[in-house]
T-cell receptor, first 116, second 113 residues
Framework: DARVTQTPRHKVTEMGQEVTMRCQPI?????VFWYRQTMMQGLELLAY????????DSGMPKDRFSAEMPDATLATLKIQPSEPRDSAVYFC??????????????FGPGTRLLVL | SQQGEEDPQALSIQEGENATMNCSYK?????LQWYRQNSGRGLVHLIL?????REKHSGRLRVTLDTSKKSSSLLITASRAADTASYFCATDAPPPGRRALTFGSGTRLQVQP
């Protein structure tokens, strides 16, 4: 049963610390997405990769956030330095492009981040 | 800004009743999808409807799409307590527009046993 995995599942850190979240997409998927979910803002797209190349990171605060795909089996999202307003659940999803161009996304369980 | 807006924001029904959720969007779409999220979990894909389709069924789910009104509805028939979750619509734009999905704000469904 293929699924997206994310680590860590929970992270509590202090303001100013670096946070690294990892995601293993489903084998064979060629798109990876990072989302942030909060009560106030809902689900926001942070970054989007296709074939490991970043296609859209317009939703990501560039001064502190960075997203990379070192290889096809690993995607990372880093926050440096972290701030309390970064507290949220961060989801990774991997995608399967369908023949008609639609894309079904498969979500990981999320990383719940709390920045004190 | 969010492309999709769900209505209602929250819905509470009795087990066995039907639940209808609506989604409106602003710009042209390629496909519209519905996802479900249980509390504390990731989103799970439910169903996809293409822009040239008007209705689609999957088990107890029925999705309609009206591109002239830029709206979609998700009907869950004979609801069960296990259907309690948040439901999101998501759209992607036709090429060469943005291909990543844009999610709405969701409808929280509570099915009372």
């Amino acid at each position: 049963d293929a699924r997206v995995t994310q680590t860590p599942r929970h992270k509590v850190t202090e303001m100013g610390q670096e946070v690294t979240m990892r995601c293993q997409p489903i084998l064979g998927h060629n798109t990876v997405f990072w989302y942030r979910q909060t009560m106030m803002q809902g689900l926001e797209l942070l970054a989007y990769f296709r074939n490991r190349a970043p296609l859209d990171d317009s939703g990501m605060p560039k001064d502190r956030f960075s997203a990379e795909m070192p290889d096809a089996t690993l995607a990372t999202l880093k926050i440096q330095p972290s701030e309390p307003r970064d507290s949220a659940v961060y989801f990774c999803a991997s995608g399967l492009v369908l023949s008609h161009g639609g894309e079904t996304q498969y979500f990981g369980p999320g990383t719940r981040l709390l920045v004190l | 800004s969010q492309q999709g807006e769900e209505d209602p924001q929250a819905l509470s029904i009795q087990e066995g009743e039907n639940a209808t959720m609506n989604c409106s969007y602003k710009t042209s779409i390629n496909n519209l999808q519905w996802y479900r999220q249980n509390s504390g979990r990731g989103l799970v894909h439910l169903i996809l409807i293409r822009s040239n389709e008007r209705e689609k069924h999957s088990g107890r789910l029925r999705v309609t799409l009206d591109t002239s009104k830029k709206s979609s509805s998700l009907l869950i028939t004979a609801s069960r307590a296990a259907d309690t979750a948040s439901y999101f619509c998501a759209t992607d734009a036709p090429p060469p527009g943005r291909r990543a999905l844009t999610f709405g704000s969701g409808t929280r469904l509570q099915v009372q046993p």
